[in-house]
């Protein structure tokens, strides 16, 4: 069959929050590139919450930071940052509304000194008792990744996140930010059901994705995308192929082409087998 690039997602695509990436997945991945098609990360974390994560799976390159940017080997080729004075004024007014958030760049993510010191315990009070150590010890590496912001970090800002808690429902948070950054619903349940992100307006995994196939003179049509949450959802609708997985959220349903297992079932190797990757 005529080769294939397929953009795939991590979390809740992948592999289940902060768990790993099942020896199914990893060996579909790894064939599908042995027989001539490429392999994409995409995903909303930056380079050092990919550092271990991506270890050990067999891909081509990274669209990173929800189309923040688009690294190649080890080099970053392509990045869309904040303008350090938007960053400053929105982390200004985030504060101001009690809205505990950071700043995601290449690495480290940055946040005030009380945010920092109360991670322990907003993350770790809700785990369950049986959580798995594997896990544990991913969410410790997760804090300390934090940092305080100097003002040489504020030039490298692809996004926010904010915590839950806040106290604001979507819509006012949209009419709050929305002049400014495009508003995702929680991405990272462990933070908060009304967590989320803060995006620039118009940048999406689809941004960078389109960028890439330019670059490597592929057309859209030639391309499989598969992921599971709202930050998808363009990734979904430009590919050739939009998968959802089983678990995924409701708007990326209604977008999808056609729908595979969830994560727990080895959704993305049963995705490969059935287009003829694998």
Not at 51 to 75: N, P
Not at 207 to 229: E, K, N, Q, Y
Request: hydrophobic share 45%; net charge negative; proline share 4%.
């Amino acid at each position: 069959m005529e080769n294939k690039i397929v953009f795939v997602d991590f979390d809740g695509t992948l592999a289940p929050e902060w768990g790993s990436v099942s020896a199914v997945v990893r060996q579909a991945l790894a064939q599908a590139r042995r027989n001539g098609h490429a392999v994409y990360l995409s995903t909303g974390r930056t380079a050092i919450e990919l550092s271990e994560l991506a270890s050990g799976i067999e891909h081509d390159g990274v669209v990173g930071a929800g189309g923040g940017f688009v690294r190649l080997g080890s080099e970053i080729v392509w990045r869309r940052c904040f303008d350090p004075a938007r960053v400053v004024e929105i982390s200004r007014r985030l504060t101001a509304d009690g809205i505990d958030h950071y700043l995601q760049t290449d690495h480290a993510l940055l946040a005030s000194a009380e945010v920092i010191a109360n991670l322990p315990r907003r993350i770790f009070s809700r785990l369950p008792p049986d959580v798995p150590e594997d896990v544990r010890q991913q969410l410790e590496r997760f804090i300390g990744w934090f940092h305080q912001p100097g003002a040489d970090r504020l030039d490298q800002v692809y996004k926010f996140g904010f915590f839950g808690g806040h106290g604001l429902s979507r819509a006012e948070l949209v009419a709050r930010y929305g002049q400014w950054v495009d508003v995702l619903d929680a991405i990272i349940p462990l933070l908060g059901s009304d967590s989320g992100e803060l995006l620039q307006p118009g940048v999406s995994k689809a941004t960078a994705m389109s960028w890439l196939l330019d670059r490597l003179g592929v057309d859209p049509g030639d391309t499989i995308a598969i992921g599971d949450s709202g930050n998808d959802v363009e990734m979904l609708q430009l590919a050739g192929v939009g998968i959802a997985m089983g678990n995924a959220t409701a708007n990326l349903l209604a977008v999808a082409d056609e729908v595979t297992g969830s994560v727990a079932e080895d959704g993305v190797a049963q995705a490969l087998l059935r287009h003829g990757l694998v």
